[in-house]
Each structure stands twice: as C-alpha cells, then as structure tokens.
C-alpha cells in the first residue's frame, strides 16, 4: 500500500476521531469480555468456541480445514495451532479429505459438541447482556447494516485477493 504525503492525508474529523476511539474501545472491551467469559466457563478463548459453532452448523459436523479459517478469518498456521489444542482436549479430530488428497477435514467430536452445548447458553448471556441488552432495537438493526456494509467493503471479490486466511 502506498503511503499518501501528510498534505494529501484526510484527516479525521473531531468527531469522526470520537467515533473512531470509540468503536475501537468498545471492540476491544466485548472481545476481552468474551474471552474471559469462555475462558472461565469453558477453558478456551473466543476464536475456539467460533471454531466449535463453524463445526456445529456445518453438515456432519466437519469442515474442510481452508473453509474453516475463512470463516475464521484467521490465517491456516493459527488454526492448525487452534485445531491441535482442540483435538489435546478431544473436542476435535483431523480427517483426510477424500476428495482431495492434500485436503484436510476438521471434525467435531461428541465430546466437542457437548462442550459447546453446555458452553452456548454462558455465552449467549454473555453476549446479550454485553451487547444487546444495551442497544434499542432500532439500534441493533442499525449496528447488523453499518457492520454488513463495513465487512463487505473490506472483503475483496477478486480471485487471489491478499487476505491473511487465503494464505
């Protein structure tokens, strides 16, 4: 990316500087605030308990490991990381793919499945009062376009787009 000359730079606004602060508090607050909810009822961070519920809603339960850090939006080194420590606790295990022999499938286990299932209702709670509870319902609609118009600004459509989870 190239860098613009300070004289050509838009800054920002006052107000779109609040803005800015604000929405970056405000994330980094609610993922730390996840974080430590599924870490004290479950013993994992929030980007496993996301990979648990990809798992959960795919069809038997499985997932081609690429898929999965798309979804993820996490580059594949760190969910192979995620996915060894989630296989340690035996909520996953790895399969080769069949159709593809350099492929692998991601796989929830019973195990893997109860933890989430005992773990979901904690976290709902969790993300309602930290989030939804706090907004207006004409709030929240507003919140799911604004972020809807932001992800899809961001993920380019081009095939061989540099993004850190096609690596």
Known sequence: MKTAPAEDTRWLTDEEQRTWRAYMHAVTLLEDHLDRQLQRDAGMPHVYYGLLVQLAEAPRRRMRMTELAIGAKITRSRLSHAVARLEKN??????????????????????????????????????????????????QKSLGEIMSVISEGLQPKEAGADLPWLR
């Open 90 to 139: 035996g909520w996953v295990r790895r399969e080769n793919c069949p159709s593809d022999k350099r492929g692998q499938l991601a796989v929830l286990t019973d195990e893997g499945y109860g933890v989430l299932a005992r773990t979901a209702p904690g976290h709902v709670a969790a993300v309602r009062q930290a989030l939804f509870d706090r907004l207006t319902p004409e709030q």
